[in-house]
Structure formats: structure tokens, C-alpha cells
């Protein structure tokens, strides 16, 4: 499970306050459903917004794929429609349905409707590339970013990698920055990681204009020392 706030919290109450919320927006438990769809009050950086884009991306490529594919019985031509209007796409606010998908999970709802039209293998090799593709963005576009983001946040809370390697430890930490508005706080946090974010984009990810493989990618992740991130 990655390292959400809830999760430090459940793990190291004595270090994470039990009463924080998202470092981002301030407004809700940071939750692995809420870490996507966010509602980041800075809209360029907002998860909500990247999210909603890769969902419906996903949504238009395995709509082509399925029109193009061969199915078991002719196609309607309502199959579109019906297609997009499954509750699996709606995003705002997130379905049950929205949120299993990023975790990875195809919604029954979903397969019941291709069943109809289109084998089980069928349907599971036309989401598989999809599927993981968006995926890889979720955690490049939005996952990454906030672990820069959180890091910051950690180091204002006072909170030091010697605390988080400890299993006991004294009471949460009141930090003032804590009591500070998300309308102050976020883009005060925002100038002091954008530029370390950018760069670490441009030295890391990005060669020539080409994202890298992914197994390089995940390589360098691991030994990336500001991202303290484990799945």
C-alpha cells in the first residue's frame, strides 16, 4: 500500500498527528481514493483535474479498441453511448466504481456490459496496455509530485527521517505551520518544491524530449533520495 497520510498515521501516530489532513488541500483524510482526485485548491497542480484527464483518456482509447475488435455479436449502435455513460467514467465527484479502476481493478458493472458483445480475453487484452498505461501516469503525474510535495511538508512539521526510523517515539509534533490556512500554506509549499520538482524532472525522467523505459525509470526511483516512496 503506498504511504498515504492515513497510512503514516495508522503506522506512526506518535510521529503524523491523527488530526491532519491532506497536506495538499486540507479538507479531507489523505486516503489512496482522495490522493487521486484531490481537489488541489492550485489548478495546475491539481490531482482532480490530472486524474479526470487520464481517466477519459483511458476511456477514448478502449473505446476505439473495442469498436475495432472483433465481438461476438454485432454491435448496436447505442454501444457508444452506453459505453461512455458507464458510471466507471464519472469523476466528478468519483464513482465507487471511478476509484476501483485506479486502484487497478475492473468494475463488474463494466465487464458484465462487454460480456455481452466481447469474450473474456478479448476484454481483458484490450484493457491490459490501457490499463497499466494509465496506471504509470497516475503515479508520474500525481503520485510523484505529491511525494515532492510531502516531503517539503514533512520538514515543516519538523519531522526528520531519524523520527521516521523509529518504531516509539514522543508525541505528535505542533508545528505552527500546521494551524496555517491551506489558502497560505499551499502556495507557499508550492514555491518551495517547484523548482526541486522540475529539476529532478528534467534530470531524471526526461532525455531528449522521450520519457525513458520503465524499468530505468523505476531504478532510478528507488535510489532517488527525495522520494521516500515504497509500494
Same mark, same amino acid.
Given at each position: 500500500?503506498?504511504?498515504?497520510?492515513?497510512?503514516?498515521?495508522?503506522?506512526?501516530?506518535?510521529?503524523?498527528?491523527?488530526?491532519?489532513?491532506?497536506?495538499?488541500?486540507?479538507?479531507?483524510?489523505?486516503?489512496?481514493?482522495?490522493?487521486?482526485?484531490?481537489?488541489?485548491?492550485?489548478?495546475?497542480?491539481?490531482?482532480?483535474?490530472?486524474?479526470?484527464?487520464?481517466?477519459?483518456?483511458?476511456?477514448?482509447?478502449?473505446?476505439?479498441?473495442?469498436?475495432?475488435?472483433?465481438?461476438?455479436?454485432?454491435?448496436? @449502435?447505442?454501444?457508444?453511448?452506453?459505453?461512455?455513460?458507464?458510471?466507471?467514467?464519472?469523476?466528478?465527484?468519483?464513482?465507487?466504481?471511478?476509484?476501483?479502476?485506479? &486502484?487497478?481493478?475492473?468494475?463488474?458493472?463494466?465487464?458484465?456490459?462487454?460480456?455481452?458483445?466481447?469474450?473474456?480475453?478479448?476484454?481483458?487484452?484490450?484493457?491490459?496496455?490501457?490499463?497499466?498505461?494509465?496506471?504509470?501516469?497516475?503515479?508520474?503525474?500525481?503520485?510523484?509530485?505529491?511525494?515532492?510535495?510531502?516531503?517539503?511538508?514533512?520538514?515543516?512539521?519538523?519531522?526528520?527521517?531519524?523520527?521516521?526510523?523509529?518504531?516509539?517515539?514522543?508525541?505528535?509534533?505542533?508545528?505552527?505551520?500546521?494551524?496555517?490556512?491551506?489558502?497560505?500554506?499551499?502556495?507557499?509549499?508550492?514555491?518551495?518544491?517547484? @523548482?526541486?520538482?522540475?529539476?529532478?524532472?528534467?534530470?531524471?525522467?526526461?532525455?531528449?524530449?522521450?520519457?525513458?523505459?520503465?524499468?530505468?525509470?523505476?531504478? &532510478?526511483?528507488?535510489?532517488?533520495?527525495?522520494? &521516500?516512496?515504497?509500494?
Amino acid at each position: 500500500m503506498l504511504p498515504t497520510l492515513t497510512t503514516l498515521q495508522r503506522r506512526k501516530p506518535h510521529i503524523y498527528d491523527l488530526s491532519w489532513l491532506c497536506p495538499q488541500c486540507n479538507s479531507s483524510p489523505e486516503t489512496l481514493d482522495h490522493l487521486w482526485t484531490c481537489p488541489y485548491i492550485l489548478p495546475e497542480f491539481s490531482p482532480f483535474n490530472t486524474f479526470k484527464t487520464l481517466l477519459l483518456d483511458l476511456r477514448t482509447v478502449c473505446l476505439g479498441k473495442f469498436l475495432s475488435a472483433t465481438p461476438l455479436k454485432f454491435l448496436p @449502435d447505442s454501444f457508444t453511448v452506453e459505453f461512455t455513460a458507464m458510471d466507471c467514467w464519472d469523476c466528478d465527484p468519483p464513482s465507487n466504481s471511478c476509484l476501483r479502476l485506479a &486502484r487497478g481493478l475492473i468494475p463488474m458493472s463494466l465487464t458484465s456490459f462487454l460480456g455481452t458483445y466481447f469474450s473474456s480475453s478479448t476484454i481483458c487484452s484490450i484493457f491490459d496496455t490501457p490499463l497499466h498505461d494509465f496506471h504509470f501516469d497516475l503515479y508520474v503525474q500525481i503520485w510523484l509530485c505529491r511525494s515532492v510535495f510531502f516531503n517539503h511538508w514533512e520538514s515543516a512539521q519538523g519531522i526528520t527521517n531519524k523520527m521516521k526510523s523509529s518504531t516509539i517515539g514522543p508525541s505528535p509534533i505542533s508545528h505552527p505551520f500546521s494551524q496555517i490556512s491551506p489558502a497560505i500554506l499551499t502556495p507557499f509549499l508550492a514555491t518551495a518544491f517547484l @523548482d526541486s520538482w522540475t529539476s529532478w524532472v528534467f534530470s531524471y525522467i526526461i532525455h531528449g524530449g522521450s520519457w525513458i523505459s520503465h524499468l530505468d525509470f523505476w531504478r &532510478r526511483l528507488t535510489v532517488q533520495p527525495l522520494l &521516500r516512496i515504497s509500494f
